[in-house]
């Protein structure tokens, strides 16, 4: 049987890759929204719509987990705003994530609530803070 326990002392750098993959990915949501690239086939919302908004948060909120500073209250904030935006744009559609095309927000969703538990990690500013002496992230 396979000694999978080795693996262990990677799930540091590999909490950090998830973070980071997450949060470029999740840029490009807002960057689609607010500059219009990639071009996206609905044109930008005004800033202060409730669209815009959206933009602005997933913008500044991907940089700030990209960059693992004050990851736990950005991902905590970030889970929520999928959550809503899962429940006003997609559950009324369909019942169904398939259907209803709201599988990434479920998975946006969940990641960033996980990533509110296990904070941004070692190799992330808040790391950096905590290891220099720093207070709570």
Same mark, same amino acid.
């Given at each position: 049987?396979?000694? *999978?326990?080795?693996?262990?002392?990677? $799930?540091?750098?590999? !909490?950090?890759? #998830?973070r980071i993959v997450?949060? !470029?990915?999740?840029?490009?949501?807002?960057?689609?929204?607010?500059?219009?690239?990639?071009? $996206?086939?609905?044109?930008?919302?005004? @800033?202060?719509?409730? !669209?815009?908004?959206?933009? #602005?948060?997933?913008?500044?909120?991907?940089?700030?987990?990209?960059?693992? !500073?004050?990851?736990?209250?950005? +991902?905590?904030?970030?889970?929520?705003?999928?959550?809503?935006?899962?429940?006003? #744009?997609h559950f009324p559609?369909?019942?169904?994530?398939?259907?209803?095309?709201?599988? +990434?927000?479920?998975?946006?969703?969940?990641? *960033? @609530?996980?990533?509110?538990?296990?904070g941004g990690g070692?190799? $992330?500013?808040?790391?950096?803070?905590?290891?220099?002496? $720093?207070?709570?992230?």
């Amino acid at each position: 049987m396979a000694n *999978f326990g080795a693996f262990e002392k990677w $799930s540091p750098c590999m !909490l950090a890759v #998830v973070r980071i993959v997450a949060a !470029l990915l999740f840029l490009e949501h807002g960057t689609a929204k607010l500059l219009g690239f990639p071009p $996206s086939p609905n044109p930008g919302p005004a @800033l202060f719509s409730l !669209l815009g908004i959206q933009g #602005v948060i997933e913008i500044v909120g991907s940089l700030l987990v990209l960059v693992g !500073l004050w990851t736990r209250p950005v +991902a905590f904030i970030l889970a929520g705003d999928m959550a809503v935006a899962y429940f006003m #744009v997609h559950f009324p559609r369909s019942f169904f994530p398939l259907l209803n095309a709201g599988d +990434a927000a479920i998975l946006y969703c969940f990641l *960033f @609530l996980y990533l509110f538990f296990a904070g941004g990690g070692p190799l $992330s500013l808040d790391g950096t803070r905590h290891a220099h002496g $720093s207070s709570a992230d």
